[in-house]
Structures are given as structure tokens and as C-alpha cells.
């Protein structure tokens, strides 16, 4: 998608040199893509324990061999 917009060109040749990218287009959306992770990282880690997780997926892996046999 092209998208017409004003960049301080200090920033955005800091950008290039940070991600290594020779184009500026190229560089805004590798800039884009780590904001959006780093994001989700941080959503993820303010969940830390919040969520109570259970282990069983021993417990689910031997209750779907048994469906596929026809056990029960």
C-alpha cells in the first residue's frame, strides 16, 4: 500500500541505519513490524500470572489415540 506521509528525515535515515534496510518504504514497515511485536510482548507479559494454564496435554494425546482406535 502506498502511503504519502512526513518523516522527519533524521529519523527515518536512523531507521534505515537500525534495520539495514537501503529504502526508506522498506525500513518504516520493518520499524512498523518490531513496534507491533514488542507490543504483543508486552501484552503477554502484563498477563503474567493472571492466567492459570493447565498441563494435560498428555491427557488430551491419549484421549484422541483412544477416539482414533475406537476404544470407547
Known amino acids: 500500500m502506498r502511503t504519502t506521509s512526513e ?25 512498523l513490524e518490531e513496534y507491533v511485536r514488542r507490543r504483543k510482548i508486552e501484552e503477554l507479559r502484563s ?9 494435560n496435554w498428555r491427557e488430551l494425546e491419549e484421549l484422541e489415540i483412544e477416539e482414533m482406535r475406537g476404544d470407547k
Do not use: H, N, Q, Y
Request: glycine residues 14%; proline residues 0%; aromatic residues 0%.
Open 7 to 31: 518523516i522527519d528525515e533524521r529519523l527515518i535515515g536512523e531507521v534505515m541505519g537500525l534495520t539495514g534496510e537501503k529504502s526508506k518504504g522498506k525500513a518504516v514497515s520493518k520499524a
Open 47 to 55: 498477563m503474567l500470572g493472571k492466567i492459570d494454564l493447565v498441563d
